[in-house]
């Protein structure tokens, strides 16, 4: 009897424990704001950095920018990340932090061999939720804790990405069209009819309104272009659509190839003129990231 | 020259080849990397593939290249002893039985395919002279270039140089004889 009732007792102890222990902890305190935080870790990001590329570890890189970020009075978390078939692929830690306006965010650094322009871009924002793909922003970039904002933000910054692909052929083949220009003045000299010369003059006029129609759709570029992390665009999952960039249709033209009618050049211009963002769509051809089947944060 | 089709030869010893894979699929859970496709076996140039991302250390793309090696060669040894206390236990003049032979062929089924590819010691190789890769981190890519530690690069420079020796003698049987020389001793025929 007596026996039976320590088991009892102490099988009750294991069950209060093992409940203690399995409970999650409460997030710590947020004590920072998000920019703040932000600048704060921009002071240290390369050590961090370091970390993660010396030790070959996410995980030894994740202890140590927790401690960094106690020792600006920030309590952290680390995070295990899971996905499918038992490989986590190159992200399987990375750190979680309350803040106050942001409440929970995860950050991650990028080692040191990865390559960037803007070291600040090294600490970038992760977007996990379950059952979606891992998704990083530069922590700078990133205005929202939301995963379809973040889908939503990657949308238009492929389609900007197209955009600019876009009219970096326009203007290699507004090149090509003024190199034709040229010969087709030099042969007119001395074969071209006073009809040819007349058509040619036409085309001529056509092609100077594109040329400056060109050159204001780049100034506008400029202006968006601070908007955008650099280097994002660094990616063989996206490809260009071609149908966004098909209609370019002046490219074939070869010297001495016959001169396109004016007509021809105008509907041919027509169509890539009036182009704008909306006739590009972004298009993925592959799905080679991986999945979060789920996450732990151990605070 | 007695050539055998290389295909012909894999299905001869296809336990060797899905364990060949299956080492790369360890490989990669051991080193955190995903696993985007495996193929262990098929009547195709190459009989069995696994693709993966590229690792984002070093250290995770040497565990992935090397272990088909430890994996082949550790099971190799381990049938071959296997094979040889059977041949102990078998009174002089008797046959061994379809156990040890079995035994045999799976041990030189696994010695045959032990050794990592030649696409795999270059992919390495290019790691550990610093060249630019492309890696996948979380959904993006980034280029990397890779710093060695020199530990790595004395002793995996000249292992892959030999691994692709031996590779490149395999038409003259040289995976065959390396094969046989790692189980006959073991077994006691030489």
């Known amino acids: ?299 | 020259m007695f050539l055998i089709p290389g295909e012909l030869i894999a299905i001869l010893t296809f336990p060797g080849v899905v364990l060949h894979e299956f080492a790369h699929q360890v490989g990669c859970m051991l080193a955190k990397t995903k696993v985007e496709k495996v193929c262990y076996f098929r009547l195709k140039n190459p009989c069995g593939y696994v693709i993966h991302e590229q690792p984002i250390y070093i250290s995770r793309s040497v565990i992935i290249t090397l272990l088909p090696i430890v994996f082949g060669y550790g099971t190799t040894i381990i049938l071959a002893i296997c094979a040889r206390g059977i041949l102990w236990s078998t009174p002089f003049g008797y046959s061994p039985g379809l156990v040890f032979y079995f035994l045999i062929w799976l041990a030189f089924s696994a010695a045959m395919h032990a050794l990592s590819s030649d696409e795999d010691i270059d992919s390495l190789w290019r790691m550990l002279a610093g060249h630019r890769q492309v890696v996948q981190v979380g959904g993006r890519f980034y280029e990397v270039s890779f710093s060695s530690p020199i530990v790595y690069r004395i002793v995996l420079f000249p292992l892959g140089g030999i691994i692709k020796l031996i590779n490149a003698l395999r038409p003259f049987w040289a995976d065959a004889i390396v094969s046989f020389f790692i189980i006959a001793p073991i077994v006691g025929w030489i």
Request: hydrophobic content about 40%; charged content about 25%.
């Open chain 1, 1 to 299: 009897m007596r026996k039976s009732f320590v088991c009892v007792l102490v099988g009750l102890i294991l069950v209060v424990l093992s409940a203690i222990g399995c409970s999650p902890k409460p997030a710590p305190d947020a004590v920072v704001t998000y920019n703040e935080m932000l600048l704060n870790i921009y002071s240290f990001i390369g050590d961090v950095s370091s970390e993660f590329y010396v030790n070959e570890s996410d995980r030894s890189g994740v202890i140590y920018f927790l401690d960094r970020l106690r020792e600006m009075g920030v309590n952290g978390g680390g995070v295990d990340i899971s996905g499918k078939m038992g490989a986590r692929g190159n992200l399987d830690y990375c750190v979680a932090v309350n803040t106050v306006d942001r409440k929970i965010i995860f950050l991650t650094v990028l080692p040191q061999s990865i390559e960037i322009e803007d070291e600040e871009q090294r600490l970038q924002f992760v977007y996990l939720v379950k059952g979606e793909k891992i998704g990083l922003l530069p922590a700078k970039f990133a205005m929202s804790n939301d995963y379809s904002w973040y889908n939503n933000y990657l949308d238009e910054i492929y389609a900007f990405y197209d955009y600019c692909k876009y009219l970096g052929e326009l203007g290699d083949a507004l090149d090509r069209l003024g190199k034709s220009i040229d010969n087709f003045r030099i042969m007119s000299i001395f074969s071209a009819s006073q009809s040819d010369i007349n058509r040619a003059n036409v085309v001529v006029a056509k092609y100077n309104e594109y040329i400056e129609s060109y050159n204001r759709q780049i100034d506008d570029l400029q202006g968006e272009l601070d908007k955008y992390p650099e280097n994002i665009f660094y990616v063989e999952e996206y490809t260009i659509n071609p149908y966004g960039v098909a209609p370019i249709p002046i490219s074939p033209i070869t010297i001495p190839a016959p001169f396109p009618t004016v007509d021809q050049l105008e509907s041919q211009m027509s169509r890539i003129v009036n182009l704008n963002r909306g006739d590009f769509k972004v298009e993925r051809v592959t799905e080679k990231n991986f999945v979060v089947s789920g996450f732990k944060i151990r605070w």
